[in-house]
């Protein structure tokens, strides 16, 4: 039987909003409101939230049903014990997660979260049915400037990734996120962005296979998208968007999900 060694070209996106720690419980929650009207009838894609901890109950109760599914911006390696203020990724399944966010740059600066605990938090997602890790890598400025990115890239994945089983139920995201990008209001060069998911593809080629890389991953960008600049990155090798700032307002994050998921 012929083996198909081309990646796959055209997936289904995936838009994900990262409320972080913008939004009371009060606005988390009329804004869910908001989404779930306004997404009703969206069936181009896939779309998550992922508002704090706090509000993560009372949203999901929110969108229960709806087209609009609920994530998670952290979680925790074991499954219970003495982890004083953390959250297991059953807990994060049982209130209704699907998605959960991992190792952000904002946790990997402002926590010290490093890719030991990222590789241990993204195994014990994916052992948890139903839920599915959004891992983020990204270069620095100072790293891109040197011409490191390729390598650091490659070097995160390995280090978040590398050793681990994927089974043919799993779904993982990478969010290739620059770091410099993230906040900014200054998003990457689109070809540039397109590059970086090539390598990133390449690479995960490399560690797990090419059948897997088209069943089980998606990568998707994020840094500075918003509905001005986001047609720019409707490529084929870009399969989604984490979506920061853009995605606190529910008519310009509908128009960031409607301008990437159009053909
Ligand atoms: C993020 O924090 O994941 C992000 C992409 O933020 P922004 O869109 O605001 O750059």
């Known amino acids: 039987m012929a083996k198909n060694n081309s990646i796959k070209k055209g997936v289904e996106k995936i838009i994900i909003a990262n409320w972080k720690m913008q939004l009371d419980l009060k606005d988390s929650l009329i804004l869910a409101k908001k989404m779930k009207s306004k997404f009703a009838k969206f069936k181009k894609g896939k779309v998550v939230i992922c508002p704090d901890l706090v509000s993560l109950r009372d949203v999901g109760a ?14 925790f390696w074991e499954e219970k014990g003495p982890y004083t203020g953390e959250i297991s990724p059953r807990t994060l399944k049982d209130i209704g997660c699907e998605y959960v966010i991992i190792g952000h740059s904002e946790r990997r600066k402002n926590v010290a979260e490093n890719y030991e605990m990222i590789y241990k938090k993204t195994k014990a997602v994916l052992n948890t049915d139903g839920l599915t890790p959004i891992v983020c890598i990204g270069e620095n400025w100072d790293e891109r400037k040197t011409d490191r990115r390729d390598f650091v890239l490659a070097e ?28 900014s209001g200054t998003a990457m060069e689109p070809q540039e962005a397109d590059y970086a998911h090539k390598i990133i593809k390449l690479t995960l080629n490399n560690m797990f296979g090419m059948q897997i890389l088209n069943k089980n991953f998606k990568v998707i960008y994020g840094g500075s998208v918003s509905s001005k600049n986001v047609k720019d990155f409707n490529s084929e090798n870009i399969d989604g968007l984490l979506v920061g700032g853009a995605s606190l307002n529910a008519e310009e994050f509908y128009k960031v999900a409607d301008i990437i998921t159009s053909k």
């Not at 995160?156 to 993230?182: H, K, T």
């Open 62 to 75: 929110i969108l229960k049903g709806s087209n609009v599914k609920l994530g998670a911006q952290n979680v």
């Open 156 to 183: 995160q994945l390995q280090q978040a990734l590398g050793g681990l089983e994927i089974f043919d139920n799993q779904r993982i995201i990478v969010a290739y996120e620059p770091i410099w990008a993230i906040g």
